[in-house]
Nanobody, 127 residues
Framework: QVQLVESGGGLAQPGGSLRLSCAAA?????????MAWYRQAPGNQRELVAA???????NYADSVMGRFTIARDSAKNSVYLQMNSLEPGDTGVYYC????????????????????WGQGTQVTVSS
């Protein structure tokens, strides 16, 4: 099992900024294929916001392009989401996701192809 610990989020006014952080809490992990942020607004399905692969490629939802920036610190197994120019439509619960995890074990290196989720953090954009 992989535990993803999220922090950040909260309340912001339209036009404001927030920063989310997420770290995979295991010293045995030495590589993660993709780390990403998803969000879910009330009554809506969970949607991809931004993703960062271990090769350095990123992709963003059209709705956040130019406003949000995803960053990654592979040495810390962490991913961040800088959210600027926030809009009320950005309101929702934001979830960190890690997929394709390499970790060490007593029997050697292991690849876990499952996706893991953080607990979610609320982002509310309102005046």
């Amino acid at each position: 099992q992989v535990q993803l610990v999220e922090s950040g989020g909260g309340l912001a006014q339209p036009g404001g900024s927030l920063r989310l952080s997420c770290a995979a809490a295991s010293e045995r992990i030495f590589n993660i294929n993709v780390m990403a942020w998803y969000r879910q607004a009330p009554g809506n399905q969970r949607e991809l916001v931004a993703a960062f692969s271990r090769t350095g490629s990123t992709n963003y939802a059209d709705s956040v392009m130019g406003r949000f920036t995803i960053a990654r610190d592979s040495a810390k197994n962490s991913v961040y989401l800088q959210m600027n120019s926030l809009e009320p439509g950005d309101t929702g619960v934001y979830y960190c996701n890690a997929h394709g995890i390499w970790y060490t074990s007593d029997t050697g290196n292991i690849f876990d192809n499952h996706g893991y989720w953080g607990q979610g953090t609320q982002v509310t954009v309102s005046s």
